[in-house]
């Protein structure tokens, strides 16, 4: 793998995979993207089937209304919101726009803060995780590492660990180094039940983001909104591109923030039910470890060097499901793959084939 392809690759890749299999995207278990394990929103799918005659029209071009339905939703203020073409968008903004000295990325973490940076010719440090402390990240160490100037990206809770900071803790902890600016990354936080920092008091240095891929299973809508004190997104907001959400993703958007909060609350009510049993069921192989984390996706490994990760994402795709190995992340070996939690049936039959291959 050249080191292009390690940064570029990501989970998910369902609609590439049906198309090299010659199978149909529904034929596919994807267990390899991070996604509601229930699905898309109850509702959404009619909603959007209703509006699609509003693509005959050009999407708001500011994005005001979906703005001022998130800050509503989230006890905010529009001034402090911009909706972007998913987390993507800031990712890859961020480093463009933010001066600094240089970037400090935690590893493992989602890899592309690491090529945005890159992109962008912005020096990278890298603060490495520990496999025996779980990869817990501990702030107090990290605060030993950073220097005034730095573009500190945290990813809470982690991809692909799954560990999870309090966020009291985290919010401390950023005003406390106001030399630094953040990027906290909440793609995954909907999955458990600590509060966004988006409650908390906006801070000068701070820059949150908040994915609506993840929680309402809709990536391929594209919608991500970045939160920051609004003098500190004005100039942001001039810089992006007239119309960067699409309709679709507007009506969806104004739709789930006001609609979707039972969903969730069942999303997470079926995560606290399923997950035991799946790690168990896991741990009863004898040869996989599972990283402890808060979310709906897991970091496991394979103990014994009989088995690795590709061979587990080969052995799968013949059952037509989708793991995602990890070896692209860095500080992770061959040993680690990830599995998002889907539908029991789709768990149970994960687990039935794992048997059989490592039988
Ligand atoms: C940590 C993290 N941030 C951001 C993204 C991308 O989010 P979006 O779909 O909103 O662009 C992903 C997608 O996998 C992710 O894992």
Partial sequence: MT????QTNHGGTIIATARALGVGVN?????????????????????????LSQIGHLPEIDNQGLQGAFAQHFGCHESE????????????ALPQLVSCQRAVIVQPTYNDYDLACQRQGVAVGYFHLRVEDDFVLNLDEFAEHLRPGDLVFICNPNNPTGHLLNTTRLHDFIAQHGQCIFVVDESYLPFTTEPSLVSKTRLANLFILCSSSKIYGIPGLRLGFLVAQDTVLQPMKEQMRPWCVNRLAQVAGEYLFDHADGYIAQVLHYLASAKPGFITALQATGSIQVVPGATNFILCSFSSEQYDALWLQEEMLKARIMVRNCVNFNGLDSSYFRLSLQHPQDNAHFLAQLTQIMA
């Avoid at 996604?35 to 799918?45: I, V």
């Avoid at 919101?81 to 890859?92: S, Y």
């Fill in 81 to 92: 919101v911009l909706a972007g073409n998913g987390n993507t968008d800031f990712i890859f």
């Fill in 27 to 51: 034929e596919l278990i994807d267990m390899s993207s991070n996604l509601s394990p229930l699905g898309m929103a109850p509702g959404l799918m009619e909603l959007l089937g209703g509006s």
């Fill in 3 to 6: 080191e292009a392809q390690r």
